[in-house]
């Protein structure tokens, strides 16, 4: 039994000065069941569409064994095809055969290559949007061995726990979700737009076997699938998803002290803490050019910076607004859209790793910001299941089960049939 949170405080970033580049960060926190309510699978049977492309000029397919490919009318034989948009049709060549029609199936004894990645079930290519969209029908079970190890880890069989933890999580997230791209063509992206799935070299033997011991078991409440988010480290407490979000109150959804007697659950992940230090020229440049992404209507030129600063928290220390202050203007950008306006300043500038966050400004003698800290905690939007805490508890012991509704509270783990 998970212990309790009674007693404990949430954590609180420490008060750092800007004047120091490097900052001491602390580690202190001031039986059965009804089947879940869901829709079945636009692929049809167990199947589920994954959307591995769109908008490709040149599809590339291969296979160790023949491929058997229906164009139009037509069926072709063969081990490699390139598919190309001509007009409103696709064409296909390769392996002695030219071909045209208006969708493409393909399916194989073996793993179909698109490009460089193989992929088990069959692939689906028809024109939209001016390119190509490339689809894998595949059985969910196959699916999910793509999708564990590339979301977690490639974890060794000591963190079992945490890896059918995530495949519980990525089941429901799935089977939740069948039909949300439908306009596309598919039901779900292969990418971070819903869940990273990498197809058969992705696959790992210890996430084959998280996938097959918790076959067909799906997490619930009340009776209905749940919205299974998951991030990478939430830091020492998860949080409400209304905080982060523009949604409403999700009652399994909640902030989450994530730690026990032993000690934080995520306190071995690489983002557990962080710092990020930007020139005042810097920051200016990143704000000017991301502004839009927080406040919809700012100018492209917002002139001098005069402050940066958190304006409020939510319960869980996380960024409920954040003042931007020039010499021309003010802005509050809310929630967490402040990691896409004040993004990292390295490499190619990627949103910062959370909103639990904490920024201190040194100014000029004329009052302008000459240097911005910024000290975090956490990797993610911190919402549903922190994957680092998950394998935290997995090495102190705890079940996947245990796991699971340790951060979606109230949730029952439910086969469905």
Known sequence: MLNSTKGHRFMRLPVVRASFIVIALTTMLIGCASPPVGIRPSGGGDAVRIGLSEGASRVELAGPEDLRMTVGASTLVGRTFTLTLSGDEIRVTGSGNDARGRKVLVSSNAP????????RGSIEVFPRAGG??????????????????????????RDIEAMKAQALAARTYVMAHYGRRIANGFDIYADTRDQVYGGVDAESDVGNRAVAETRNRVITYEGRLIEAYYHSTCGGSTVNIADVWDSPPVPYLTRVYDADDAGFHCAESPHFRWVEVYSGQKARELISANLRNGV??????????????????????????????TENDAFSVRKDKIRLVLRRPDGANPPLRSSYLRIFSDRTSEGFVSRVVVSGAGNGHGIGMCQWGAIGMARKGYTAEQIVQHYYRGTQVTTYE
């Open 296 to 325: 919809p209507d700012a100018p492209r030129s917002i002139g001098r910076l005069r402050d940066v600063a958190v304006e409020t928290q939510t319960l869980s220390g996380r960024t409920a607004s954040t003042r931007i202050v």
């Open 112 to 119: 179909i290559r698109v490009g460089s990645k193989r992929y």
């Open 132 to 157: 190509l969209t490339v689809v894998n029908v595949i059985a969910i079970e196959d699916y999910l061995c793509g999708v564990v190890p590339p979301e977690i880890g490639y974890l060794p069989v």
